[in-house]
């Protein structure tokens, strides 16, 4: 804990409609602020369905906001509640600008979509610029395919946006491996200038709460973690490990799943059968601390979301990504340019999950380099970055005092 300082109020925003990586970035972000600066209250707004598996530090709580998920088809449901989804998200609209109306926040971040899940948070966004809060929208270091996103970004008027309401836009990344906003049609040069890279976010491992209901605690190490991350779309890299390890019995690496809580039971179940039949298989569904299972890992199988390519970096593990390429080429713009780089492995899923290709891949995992043998200044700086940030607006009083009336937005 480095500082002491007046009574400061982060809000942070994670619309959370589908897998885990929003939830665990924002928590990450909570965590390191409120260790490192006494005085500080973090509230996290979340759609996630879990969010209560996991563990949060003191001065750090949550309000959970009704879920929704997206269709394939591109539009919304909602998740648990049986009501329509506009009714749903005329709910959550009001739980988020009643919450900052009384919580008053002197930051106000929010991850990835600057208007929320279909402009649920435009409003509050307004209502706190009236009243002097810091907005801050938070970034993954890859967004998706440029033509993609600047088609989504005008449609939901995203633009407008970052010129007029955000104050600042966090990169969580390094310039060296990619640009979120590169080839994005009309951004002004005043968005620009408000973009800056605070390096990745690094990834500790704590003990749990309650050791023995870890996922892995009674592993045998050495082992080769597998994870598709939240697991609604790892059906397919959990299928072409399993491949791998049927047809070659000689593979010498222990393999430990983790299917994430969102991966449909009936593929579980099948996956489960199957890893009856294979020794040096074991699997579970669930653990909310994976960052203390991955650190006794020798290596990594992931699909390559954020989360995991932070956790990758932190615990310095050789890796193979597998990653998805629809909807979106988040996960292999990212892959690409961390292979290029040196930092991970890649291999393609084009469909015919060839058993030969993925059981070489397994078994040249764990004498491939560590991402540590790469030196790329900075590049896991995230939350370090982000403290001196947050210590430099308090030290320079570049933070109001949010004003207790509350401003009518006549817009």
């Known amino acids: ?12 925003y994670s619309h959370d409609s589908f897998g885990l990586g929003h939830l665990r970035r924002c928590r990450a972000i909570a965590h390191s602020l409120v260790d490192h600066r006494q005085g500080l209250s973090v509230l ?10 996991f563990d949060f530090r003191a001065s750090v709580d949550f309000v959970r906001i009704p879920g ?7 539009g919304y449901t909602t998740l648990g509640l049986d009501i329509g989804i506009e009714d749903a998200m005329a709910i959550r609209e009001t739980i988020i600008r009643n919450t900052a109306e009384v919580f008053k926040p002197n930051i106000f971040l929010v991850d990835k979509e600057p208007l929320g899940l279909r402009g649920e948070v435009g409003d509050t966004l307004k209502m706190l610029k009236n009243k002097g809060t810091r907005l801050v929208l938070g970034l993954r270091d890859v967004m998706d395919d440029p033509g993609k996103l600047t088609d989504e970004w005008e449609r939901k008027m995203a633009i407008p946006a970052l010129r007029d309401i955000y104050d600042d836009i966090w990169v969580y990344g390094r310039s060296e ?20 890279y605070t390096g990745y976010l690094r990834r500790t491992s704590m003990p749990s709460i309650n050791p023995s209901s870890m996922a892995g605690s009674d592993i045998q190490e050495p082992f080769i973690l597998v994870t598709p991350g939240g697991g609604g779309d790892g059906a397919s890299l959990v299928d072409w490990v399993l491949r791998a390890y049927e047809h070659d019995p000689s593979i010498p690496h222990k393999a430990f799943i983790v299917f994430g809580p969102f991966m449909h039971v ?8 199957r890893i009856e039949r294979i020794p040096n298989v074991e699997a579970t569904t669930f653990d909310a601390n994976l960052e203390h299972l991955m650190s006794k890992a020798t290596s990594v199988i992931a699909m390559g979301g954020y989360n995991t390519f932070c956790e ?18 988040e996960q292999y713009i990212r892959a690409s340019k961390a292979e290029e780089l040196g930092l991970v492995s890649m291999i393609v899923d084009d469909g015919s999950r060839d058993p030969k290709k993925m059981a070489r891949a397994i ?3 764990p004498d491939r380099s560590k991402p540590s043998e790469i030196h790329l ?3 896991l700086d995230g939350l370090s970055t982000i403290n001196g940030v947050v210590d430099q607006w308090l030290s320079t009083k570049q933070l109001a005092e949010p004003s207790l009336r509350v401003v009518p937005n006549d817009s």
């Open 1 to 12: 804990m480095s500082q002491t300082t007046e009574k400061t109020r982060l809000l942070i």
């Open 44 to 53: 996290i707004l979340s759609g996630s369905p879990i969010i209560g598996s």
């Open 68 to 74: 929704v998920v997206k269709l394939r088809t591109g």
């Open 177 to 196: 491996i990619c640009n979120p906003l590169e080839g994005v049609g009309n951004i002004p040069k005043s968005v620009v200038d408000k973009l800056s």
């Open 266 to 273: 009936d593929s579980q179940s099948e996956f489960k059968t």
């Open 312 to 329: 990758i970096l932190s615990f310095d593990k050789p890796s193979l990504i597998v990653p998805r390429t629809v909807p979106r080429l």
């Open 363 to 365: 078994k040249e995992l």
């Open 377 to 379: 200044p900075g590049l």
